[in-house]
């Protein structure tokens, strides 16, 4: 069965440091992956995804992730966290074909330091 | 880019009464919408998918006498929350899912905040 876990969460950075919120998936076959931001009593914005093709995926605000097939992970960084990234991050995944759901992580709430 | 409207954001309804959330796609079609509930602090669980012009497939353990969903239209689906009580509060949020462009990566709404009293 496929499933999505999130290590860690509560995370907290200091203003400026490097952001590092672990995704690991299991999956019979490399599934797509997702990383969704959500603020406060909002929906979901995507950040980036990877479906196929290169591993290394920049997203919005400055967001990268990495897809590690030998790792089962797909982490996602930023090298300098600002007040504004604070926010609870999803990651998600869904198989390429068949049914089109998505399965998510429990989630990291993200907390930057000033 | 593809955007989904949902409405309401926030509603407060009296026990036992029911309730309707409306989740608009609306600048494509969206051939499948999706829609979850997310408990505080926590993540979001699927309760149904629908796509338009049949029924809904609900996920193990909702009753779908209690949260109806009609997906009659491309740009349209509609969750009613029927005879809701207060273990019913919840953030409810759609996505939809449309051909093309949008394959990938489903557009999500902002979100219905429910309270029930």
């Known amino acids: 069965a496929q499933s999505v876990t999130q290590l860690g969460s509560h995370v907290s950075v200091s203003e400026g440091a490097l952001v590092l919120l672990r995704c690991n998936y299991s999956?019979?076959?490399?599934?797509?992956l997702f990383w969704y931001v959500q603020y406060p009593n909002q929906g979901l914005q995507l950040l980036l995804k990877?479906?196929?093709?290169?591993?290394l995926v920049k997203g919005i605000n400055g967001f990268e992730a990495e897809f590690k097939k030998s790792e089962t992970s797909f982490h996602l960084t930023k090298p300098s966290a600002h007040m504004s990234d604070a926010a609870e991050y999803f990651c998600?995944?869904?198989?390429?074909?068949?049914?089109?759901?998505?399965?998510f992580g429990t989630g990291t709430r993200l907390k930057v330091l000033a | 880019g593809a955007v989904v409207s949902q409405h309401p954001s926030r509603v407060i309804c009296k026990s036992g009464t029911s309730v309707k959330i409306e989740c608009r796609s609306l600048?494509?079609?969206?051939?499948?919408m999706f829609w979850y509930r997310q408990f505080p602090k926590q993540s979001l669980m699927l309760m149904a998918t629908?796509?338009?012009?049949?029924?809904?497939?609900?996920e193990q353990g909702v009753e779908k006498d209690k949260f109806l969903i009609n997906h009659a239209s491309l740009t349209l689906s509609t969750l009613t929350v029927t005879s809701a009580h207060p273990e019913d509060s919840s953030f409810y949020i759609c996505?939809?899912?449309?051909?093309?462009?949008?394959?990938?990566?489903?557009?999500f709404g902002s979100g219905t905040r429910l309270t029930v009293v």
């Open positions: 600048d494509f079609q969206a051939t499948t």
């Open positions: 998600a995944a869904r198989r390429p074909s068949g049914t089109y759901k998505y399965i």
């Open positions: 996505s939809a899912r449309g051909a093309g462009i949008h394959h990938y990566g489903y557009t």
């Open positions: 629908s796509n338009e012009g049949s029924k809904a497939t609900y």
């Open positions: 999956s019979s076959v490399p599934p797509y």
């Open positions: 990877y479906t196929t093709g290169a591993t």
